[in-house]
């Protein structure tokens, strides 16, 4: 017997399609290419690329999910840290590491590298959270992720620690830079029939855990960076937003981030 939800999903899936196809007069040659493009996506796709979701994301559908489950969420806790998408790029298998490890594990020669640090709050009490992970990864100012690219290290830019008996988190890693999606497959050729470009604003993704709390995936994005207000997945949100500034008498950097994250009681 059909699962009741996914048939409510899917028809009403079908009836949007027919009625885009009614919409538009689509004709043989076009329907053709669209197939070709969902082919292509597949063919591209292994552990380390998920052009699929790339073409979602492209298409702003794996943001739009985010803004409907992140507005259910905003009604249950008022100042939780706001969500983001996942992106393509997120890896499962890598250890804790201590607080305060350095994560940038071949620095570039034009990276800015930066502190960053924070606590793990109840968003309700404000009360600090010990054994919170936190999982964060980033690209390299390659604009590749560790996992796109041969030259970097396994790992590099990728870490996850655990909040101390006074919910603090600490690393050292590099300031992020924008950079564009893939361009050379499907997603690539989508945003160029739409005359869009690739870029990302520079951002840092994390995903925060700590038992009785609701998870938060997100990502936080540099006041600074170019891209912000026309990012190519539409992730940012305004309260996502963050502020690196000076850090001193410290050897490995000179600029730092504290952010607090803030979580929803579940
Ligand atoms: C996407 C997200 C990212 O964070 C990224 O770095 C590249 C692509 C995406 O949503 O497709
Ligand atoms: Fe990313």
Redesign the pocket.
């Known amino acids: 017997k059909a699962n009741p939800r996914v048939k409510e999903v899917l028809s009403s899936l079908i009836r949007h399609l027919h009625d885009w196809a009614r919409e538009v007069d689509l004709t043989a040659d076009e329907w053709m290419e669209g197939v070709n493009m969902i082919n292509w996506s597949g063919q591209m796709s292994d552990e380390k690329r998920n052009e699929g979701q790339l073409m979602c994301d492209v298409l702003g559908i794996e943001s739009l999910v985010d803004e409907i489950t992140y507005k259910k969420a905003a009604e249950a806790a008022d100042v939780a840290t706001a969500s983001a998408i996942l992106?393509p790029?997120f890896r499962h298998d890598h250890p804790t590491l201590p607080k305060g490890a350095n994560i940038s594990h071949d620095t570039p020669a034009d990276a800015e590298p930066v502190y960053m640090h924070g606590k793990v709050m109840c968003a309700k009490t404000k009360k600090p959270l010990k054994g919170a992970t936190i999982d964060v990864w980033?690209?390299s100012t390659n604009g590749y992720?560790e996992q796109q690219d041969p030259n970097q290290k396994d790992l590099n830019l990728r870490g996850k620690f655990e909040t101390d008996e006074n919910g603090e988190y600490a690393y050292y890693a590099i300031r992020p830079t924008p950079y564009p999606i893939p361009y050379d497959g499907p997603a690539g050729k989508l945003l160029q029939l739409l005359d869009r470009h690739p870029y990302?604003p520079a951002?840092i993704?994390l995903i925060v855990l700590v038992e009785g709390y609701k998870p938060i995936t997100t990502?936080i994005f540099d006041k600074d960076s170019p891209y912000l207000d026309d990012d190519s997945v539409f992730a940012v949100k305004d309260s996502l937003v963050v502020d690196f500034v000076p850090l001193e008498g410290d050897k490995t950097a000179k600029k730092q981030l504290k952010y607090d994250i803030m979580m929803a009681p579940l």
């Open positions: 992106g790029f980033e690209c992720y990302r951002h993704h990502q």
